[in-house]
């Protein structure tokens, strides 16, 4: 360039221009920078609420970004929760004046003044009044640190803190951005305590829905189970998932049929069914949406077996009361006439002639039976009293001879040959003489049922014997047996193989149920056609 040309850009200011376009130039692309930057800022604290990542992961790559437009050294949060302010997360965690976890105190304090105007506030530590927090800000070497108040609708729910160790300048446009910035993140902070806090009842939820003992299944309307807890699983698979499966799948008994449940429901429903040979209760309900139409469905199946067997046993204890009462009217109508009875035939027989022997004879059957007759009346009454049971030292043995006083005779008439082969050295136990005399006659007139309208002689074997530190009683017969499939469910209440009029399936769940009671239990032999052999297994008494 030429001296003349040089003289009409000085003239004329055109490299002037020049150099002021290139600076305007540079602020301008560091100003989109800084917006860039900003915009980015906000994004990263969507994204890292978004995902499964913790507040101090999402501070310390908030402050990464920061630093590269502010002078930015430290962030703090601050949560309000009821009446308490307290320090909730900070980057870097080094040591500092403030705890994880420390209350803010309100006296003349900094940070409840901007969480109760709700305005921010820009701090230079130097000139800032002696206040609690600027003496904690000193101590970590902080020159000035803007206080931001994060707003959530018409509520302040806390404070976020920016310390810098420099003397922070900054712009209107910086501080709408920084609002802004406080804004984003009170919105992700309720967002993720509102997500944490459904996350938590959704937790308590399921922690209850698996707890419940009984079974739950929730199925869609084409019966495909959509979730069921742990009881459900335990009942009928224990490996496989019920999830997916239909319902219709599962072994449901009604009596002998198979049973489905409907999961179309217009109102909710009840009943009683059989489930892996136990007795259970079912309730279904519908589940509507906010429309009021079905979209699934509840099953809660309640297994009742052994109330079904406590109520059999005040079923039988009812029948005992009623036969007390009835032998206790007995024993009073009886005892005067018997008394009378046996009293005439002694005078008669002390006034007889000792040489009629056949005379003499008839009379002391009639004296015997008298004595027998008021022994069965005492045995009965013995037998039925209805009072709380107490466990106490006792033998089976005399239970055993307390039975067959009772029914012994009426065995004798029905052509039934009972042998009976007692340990007399058998151990005591610890239990009740009357409900181990109403499980032996259970088994004897099941015995005897047993062999009923057998041609071959009837035959009942009663054996007592200890095992294995255990009393036994054993009952056999040599009557009609059981089937196979049938023995594991003659426990269950209210099976029987007979009919209505000689029994209603409860002696032998009674007798279990007592047994139990006892610290034992009851197991059987059988085979069809070749008779059956009962247990009655009791420990002994120590």
Same mark, same amino acid.
């Given at each position: 360039m030429n001296t003349q040309e040089r003289m009409i850009e000085l003239l004329t200011g055109i490299q002037s221009s020049k150099r002021n376009y290139y600076t305007e130039l540079k602020e301008t692309v560091h100003e989109l920078e800084k917006k860039n930057i900003q915009l980015e800022i906000i994004n990263e604290i969507m994204r890292s609420f978004n995902v499964d990542m913790s507040i101090n992961d999402m501070l310390e790559k908030m402050l990464g970004k920061l630093k590269t437009i502010f002078p930015i050294n430290r962030i703090s949060l601050f949560l309000k929760v009821e009446n308490t302010l307290t320090?909730?997360?900070?980057?870097?965690?080094?040591?500092?004046?403030?705890?994880?976890?420390?209350?803010?105190?309100?006296?003349?304090?900094?940070?409840?003044?901007?969480?109760?105007?709700?305005?921010?506030?820009?701090?230079?530590?130097?000139?800032?009044?002696?206040?609690?927090?600027?003496?904690?800000?000193?101590?970590?070497?902080?020159?000035?640190?803007?206080?931001?108040?994060?707003?959530?609708?018409?509520?302040?729910?806390?404070?976020?803190?920016?310390?810098?160790?420099?003397?922070?300048?900054?712009?209107?446009?910086?501080?709408?951005?920084?609002?802004?910035?406080?804004?984003?993140?009170?919105?992700?902070?309720?967002?993720?305590?509102?997500?944490?806090?459904?996350?938590?009842?959704?937790?308590?939820?399921?922690?209850?829905?698996?707890?419940?003992?009984? /079974?739950?299944?929730?199925?869609?309307?084409?019966?495909?189970?959509?979730?069921?807890?742990? /009881?459900?699983?335990?009942?009928?698979?224990?490996?496989e998932k019920l999830e997916g499966r239909l319902i219709h799948d599962f072994p449901f008994k009604q009596g002998d049929y198979q049973f489905q449940f409907s999961p179309i429901l217009n109102i909710p429903s009840s009943g009683e069914l059989l489930i892996a040979k136990r007795i259970c209760e079912y309730y279904c309900y519908p589940i509507l949406d906010e429309h009021g139409a079905q979209y699934?469905?509840?099953?809660?199946?309640?297994?009742?077996?052994?109330?079904?067997?406590?109520?059999?046993?005040?079923?039988?204890?009812?029948?005992?009361?009623?036969?007390?009462?009835?032998?206790?009217?007995? /024993?009073?109508?009886?005892?005067?006439?018997?008394?009378?009875?046996?009293?005439?035939?002694?005078?008669?027989?002390?006034?007889?002639?000792?040489?009629?022997?056949?005379?003499?004879?008839?009379?002391?059957?009639?004296?015997?039976?008298?004595?027998?007759?008021?022994?069965?009346?005492?045995?009965?009454?013995?037998?039925?009293?209805?009072?709380?049971?107490?466990?106490?030292?006792?033998?089976?043995?005399? /239970?055993?001879?307390?039975?067959?006083?009772?029914?012994?005779?009426?065995?004798?008439?029905?052509?039934?040959?009972?042998?009976?082969?007692?340990?007399?050295?058998?151990?005591?136990?610890d239990g009740n003489l009357q409900q181990i005399g109403q499980i032996i006659l259970n088994l004897l007139l099941n015995a005897k049922d047993a062999i009923e309208g057998c041609e071959h002689p009837k035959k009942i074997l009663l054996e007592t014997f200890q095992e294995q530190g255990n009393v036994i009683l054993a009952v056999t017969d040599n009557g009609c047996g059981i089937e196979e499939q049938t023995i594991s469910e003659i426990f269950n209440p209210f099976f029987t193989t007979k009919t209505d009029a000689k029994g209603t399936g409860l002696g032998l769940s009674v007798s279990l149920g007592i047994a139990e009671a006892h610290g034992g239990t009851i197991k059987v032999i059988s085979k069809q056609h070749q008779g059956s052999t009962f247990k009655l297994i009791l420990p002994i008494k120590e």
């Open positions: 320090l909730s997360h900070c980057y870097p965690s080094d040591s500092h004046f403030f705890v994880q976890g420390m209350i803010i105190p309100k006296q003349q304090g900094l940070y409840w003044t901007v969480l109760k105007t709700g305005q921010a506030r820009l701090i230079y530590i130097e000139e800032s009044e002696e206040m609690f927090e600027v003496q904690a800000l000193r101590k970590i070497d902080l020159t000035s640190c803007l206080l931001l108040p994060l707003n959530y609708k018409d509520k302040t729910i806390g404070i976020l803190l920016l310390g810098s160790k420099e003397k922070l300048e900054l712009l209107e446009t910086d501080l709408t951005f920084f609002q802004q910035l406080s804004n984003q993140i009170a919105v992700c902070l309720e967002n993720a305590r509102l997500f944490n806090e459904v996350l938590q009842r959704k937790k308590q939820w399921e922690e209850t829905f698996q707890a419940v003992f009984d /079974a739950i299944f929730i199925i869609d309307l084409n019966g495909i189970i959509l979730q069921a807890n742990k /009881a459900a699983q335990q009942i009928f698979s224990h490996s699934a469905s509840i099953i809660y199946i309640k297994d009742i077996t052994a109330k079904k067997q406590i109520e059999a046993q005040l079923l039988q204890s009812g029948k005992l009361a009623a036969i007390g009462e009835m032998a206790a009217g007995v /024993a009073h109508e009886l005892n005067n006439p018997l008394t009378a009875i046996m009293g005439n035939a002694q005078l008669l027989n002390r006034k007889l002639n000792l040489k009629d022997v056949q005379l003499k004879q008839l009379l002391e059957d009639i004296h015997e039976c008298g004595k027998r007759s008021k022994n069965i009346i005492r045995n009965l009454l013995t037998f039925s009293r209805q009072e709380q049971y107490r466990f106490e030292k006792c033998s089976v043995n005399d /239970a055993v001879a307390q039975v067959l006083s009772i029914i012994g005779n009426q065995l004798h008439k029905q052509t039934i040959e009972l042998e009976t082969k007692l340990d007399q050295k058998l151990p005591f136990i």
